[in-house]
């Protein structure tokens, strides 16, 4: 999972180095949406998965500071509100903060996850705040939302229009 993890960020530092910042701000993605944004949204759910690791390496309960109230990341119910409330957070942010943030962000991610020894990565039920399952589920889950929810789709797109 590491290497898979590993293998994900260099492909967004890849992806990111190939374009300019006027591609990169520039909202023209399907969802009217730029790559920026993108990365921000990336960003501001990656802070969640960084916290549960820690929590995890403390032994303690996860604390997600700065969510707004009334909103419940953990519900599907509130996926939508929650990142029309990533996007206006972070919309007004210069691209180099935000590739800042979520580079920083990722590099701490692994080194965290790098921290925490294989038999609790795996153990199920092991951090009761993770409902049954395994702490790996969190990196599981950064994979797949890097990837197959953000990375695939931008580059069909950016094959299909060209760039």
């Given at each position: 999972?590491l290497?898979?993890?590993k293998?994900?960020f260099?492909?967004?530092?890849?992806?990111?180095?190939?374009?300019?910042?006027?591609?990169?701000?520039?909202?023209?993605l399907p969802?009217d949406?730029?790559?920026?944004?993108?990365?921000?949204?990336l960003w501001?759910?990656?802070?969640?998965?960084?916290?549960?690791?820690?929590?995890a390496l403390q032994?303690?309960?996860?604390a997600?500071?700065?969510?707004?109230?009334?909103?419940?990341?953990?519900s599907?119910?509130d996926?939508?509100r929650v990142n029309?409330?990533?996007?206006?957070t972070?919309?007004?942010?210069p691209?180099?903060?935000?590739?800042r943030?979520?580079?920083?962000?990722?590099?701490?991610?692994?080194e965290?996850?790098?921290?925490?020894?294989?038999k609790?990565?795996?153990?199920?039920?092991?951090?009761?705040?993770?409902?049954?399952g395994?702490?790996?589920l969190?990196l599981?889950?950064?994979?797949d939302?890097?990837?197959?929810?953000?990375?695939?789709p931008?580059?069909?797109?950016?094959?299909?229009?060209?760039?």
């Amino acid at each position: 999972m590491l290497t898979m993890l590993k293998n994900e960020f260099t492909l967004w530092e890849e992806l990111l180095a190939s374009l300019s910042e006027k591609q990169i701000i520039a909202p023209k993605l399907p969802s009217d949406l730029s790559i920026k944004d993108v990365i921000a949204h990336l960003w501001l759910w990656q802070q969640r998965s960084i916290e549960r690791l820690e929590a995890a390496l403390q032994n303690r309960e996860p604390a997600f500071p700065g969510w707004p109230e009334g909103l419940d990341p953990e519900s599907e119910d509130d996926v939508d509100r929650v990142n029309a409330w990533i996007h206006a957070t972070c919309q007004d942010k210069p691209w180099p903060s935000v590739y800042r943030d979520w580079r920083e962000g990722f590099l701490q991610f692994m080194e965290l996850a790098e921290a925490i020894p294989e038999k609790d990565l795996l153990e199920a039920g092991k951090y009761p705040w993770m409902e049954g399952g395994a702490l790996a589920l969190v990196l599981w889950g950064a994979y797949d939302h890097h990837h197959e929810e953000h990375l695939e789709p931008l580059l069909a797109w950016l094959h299909a229009s060209k760039r």
